[in-house]
């Protein structure tokens, strides 16, 4: 039985994505990873991606989901494409407790594929430690997680 999927920004807590659950993408074979574009995951997110936001909203169903697929560039940097633009990002918001937790699992016990999360003026690799991160956005009401696929 599949789960009914909610708009997004309708301000409920964004459904979960996966095997008998509905979707409007199609399912298929994923994208070239260096192609501009929705994944055929939720929000536009490539399969990778969505399984991370999925491992994530288990651990911390209070989080809110606040993007994925967003054919734009990286703030402040005009003309590098963010990984949002290939479907390779998600951000997830709530309370700065679970935001805080959030990130540092995904720091400490990285899902498969992950680049990098930044959180509240911080950034880390998988298994990494926090360093300052200086981007025009500081990420301090969501969390940022990127991904190689």
Known sequence: MGRRKRSIGSGDDEPKVGPGATSSRSSGDEKAANKVGPGSGYGGMTKTTESAYNWVKDMFPSLKFMGGYNNRDVRGVPGKKSDHAYGRA?????????????????????????????????????????????GVNPHTDHIHASFST
């Open 90 to 134: 998600f951000d997830i918001g709530g309370s700065p407790k679970q935001m805080a937790a959030a990130a540092e699992k995904l720091r400490t016990n990285p899902p498969p594929g992950l680049k990098y999360v930044i959180y509240n003026h911080k950034i880390a690799s998988p298994g990494g430690p926090w360093r300052p991160y200086k």
